[in-house]
């Protein structure tokens, strides 16, 4: 390993700390960084990353929080059975498409309305029919949107930080709906 390689170990492992255990006299006597090892006695020298570095790691923490089980699923409840729907993407389509699905067949004259309905499985399954559907649906929206809206925000929050205290004390979790549930 030569001085190169320190610096470009310094300068690429964030949050990591450097460990060197060659002798310092493999390095060059005059380069600054192996004259200033030798004088701190060979100490490893944690890396510090940068406010912008900090705010790139409290964003991805903010995702990953965005996208968790506490966020993104829906308990729902029916005659006393529990079921968990994840109110993500493909979740929200699905209720869509069978509330479309549905309306249409009633409105061909396929099915009638008091017979319109959907089962749900995952680990279990639900009978809904078109109007729990459409209640369902509307209930995921009343929560996606304001945790979207919340989201945006701690995003642009945490970018106008700057401080490492700030950004480390910075709750990105305040504001959302989380846990929700519905009985049916």
Known sequence: MNISDIT????????SMVTINDEPT????NHVLAEAWRNMGNTV???EPSLEG???????ELEAYHNSDDVRILKITKNGDSHHFAMNERGRNLISE????????IDLGIIAEADASFTYVNGGSVDLSLTQLKG??????????????TYIN???????????DEINSYDFKEGYLKNNSMIL
């Not at 900090?54 to 991805?60: A, C, F, Q, V």
């Not at 069978?98 to 067949?105: E, H, N, Y």
């Open 8 to 15: 470009k170990i310094n300068y690429t492992k964030l949050g």
């Open 26 to 29: 493999e390095y060059p006597v």
């Open 45 to 47: 020298l944690p890396y």
């Open 54 to 60: 900090l705010k790139k790691d409290k964003i991805e």
């Open 98 to 105: 069978q509330i479309l699905d549905l309306q249409m067949q």
């Open 136 to 149: 369902l649906y509307t209930k995921i929206m009343s929560i996606i949107k304001p945790n979207y809206t």
């Open 154 to 164: 701690h995003k642009n929050n945490i970018k106008t930080l700057n401080t490492i």
